[in-house]
């Protein structure tokens, strides 16, 4: 099982080119009640340098989640890596709740077989007994994800999402006349890597729900064109290119429509094109514009932007009988509307007193509450756990990607060393 999934990550791991300006994470809140755990320093055999120091990424994901409170190394008072060697006094005088141990074999042909451990300090137990995973140089942090998905599953019942990524553009050069450059990188930022490059505007990165295809929107000659492509071929398709504008491209979860923007006929509306068969099917009909669709997580309904009632509020079509009612009432406009995986709440930009937010609607009890103070906040996507939101936003006159969780008490920025950074769109768990 933990070959298949390491299988799939490296799969989607070839691209056009490497990039070197990764994302830099800058936590800037967490939660109130922190859970201590150390993540000692992992034992290795070997006398060559390892490629990476998995420990160290897995409390940098840790910490980056906002709910644990790793132990520092220079205050550990000692570094087992079995559970044998593992003296709990020690720990209960850090006061260190968890204990992650672990160690590093060196194989033939440049492979690697890495152990871990998940210790409880105060049941003196395994929480999770031993487990190895067998990897090349290249993917030690695929591991160190994995594992951090793991411990985290542990402790908290949610699913981690350390191993997935994140699709987002930058902007970079000259202002009047910036490259583009559609990038992926590892959830953290690290790893990025350019998937398209071009010299007119690349928006609205979308992927498909196994993660091994994106959909987006390129200009060409000034005129949007959408496209998608297989990340691990890069093979690309151009799947519209119609007459006035092409935007906005959503994934089915079933993977098999895509949910677009087309003016074709004059005025834009939303529409589901299917894969395979190409055929179009108009999804609304009305004089304002309606935009921004997104599918929910059953695919029975869409969630869009329209202003058919004076402002832009979110709306939600039914896919099969087409009806459409209003879902926000709150703030002076709401767009680009996601749904948490479970359905329960709605993401949204909000507007109040000229100032734009990330805002969370409960869908059951109609409950908004305002998730970010930063300014011109845009574009939010959700983790595939639900317990995230990143989003585009400005921070010292520059474009920069920001996370907040759905609870509203963890933030952390990734600014770029190089450009703007927008449009940020996060992974599914990849299948």
């Known amino acids: 099982m933990i070959k298949k999934y390491l299988s799939v990550l490296f799969t989607c791991l070839i ?16 939660a109130d009640q922190l859970l201590p755990i150390a993540v000692v320093p992992f034992g290795y055999d070997g ?21 644990f409170q790793p132990i520092s190394r220079s205050n550990m008072l000692s570094m087992p890596s079995k559970e044998s060697d593992v003296f709990y006094r020690d720990w209960r005088l850090l006061k260190s709740d968890y204990v992650v141990i672990g160690t590093v074999k060196k194989l033939p042909n440049n492979q690697y077989r890495i152990g871990f451990e998940l210790l409880n300090v105060l049941s003196q137990k395994p929480v999770q007994k031993h487990s190895s995973i067998d990897v090349s140089s290249r993917n030690f942090r695929d591991a160190a994800h994995y594992i951090s998905d793991k411990v985290y599953e542990l402790l908290t019942g949610t699913k981690g999402a350390f191993s997935t990524r994140i699709l987002y553009v930058t902007a970079e050069g000259d202002k009047k006349a910036p490259l583009f450059k559609l990038q992926v990188a590892d959830a953290d930022g690290h790893r990025p890597q350019v998937v398209v490059e071009s010299k007119e505007p690349i928006l609205s990165p979308s992927w498909s729900m196994d993660g091994r295809k994106i959909a987006y929107v390129m200009f060409r000659n000034r005129r949007p064109n959408i496209f998608t492509q297989e990340l691990a071929t890069g093979k690309r398709q151009q799947i519209a290119r119609f007459r006035g504008l092409n935007g906005a491209p959503s994934w089915s979860p079933d993977g098999k429509k895509l949910a677009l923007v087309l003016s074709k006929d004059n005025n834009p509306e939303i529409y589901t094109l299917d894969i395979a068969t190409q055929k179009l099917e108009r999804m609304t009909n009305h004089y304002a514009i309606d935009t921004e669709p997104s599918w929910e997580p059953d695919g029975k309904g869409i969630v869009f932007t329209s202003d058919r ?6 709306y939600r079509l039914d ?13 002076e406009l709401n767009t680009r509307a996601r749904m948490t995986p479970d359905g ?3 993401v949204t ?3 109040n007193d000229g100032n734009y937010h990330i805002a969370l609607q409960d869908m059951k009890t109609g409950r908004v509450q305002i998730l970010t103070q930063t300014y011109l906040d845009e574009s939010p996507s959700i983790a595939p756990n639900g317990s995230m939101v ?13 996370v907040v969780s759905v609870d509203g ?3 952390y920025r990734l600014p770029s060393a190089s450009g703007d950074v927008r449009e940020p769109s996060w992974s599914p768990y990849f299948k």
């Open 319 to 331: 896919v099969n009988s087409k009806r459409v009612e209003r879902v926000t009432f709150e703030g």
């Open 15 to 30: 691209f056009v080119s490497s990039a070197r300006a990764q994302l830099v994470i800058e936590i800037t809140s967490g």
């Open 349 to 351: 930009v909000q507007k």
């Open 409 to 411: 008490l963890v933030k």
């Open 390 to 402: 990143i989003y585009a936003t400005t921070y010292q006159g520059k474009g920069i990607l920001a």
């Open 309 to 314: 009632g004076g402002n832009p509020q979110i």
């Open 47 to 67: 006398v060559d340098a390892l490629p990476e120091d998995v420990a160290q990424i897995i409390e940098a994901d840790l910490a980056r989640s906002g709910l």
């Open 344 to 346: 329960r709440y709605l």
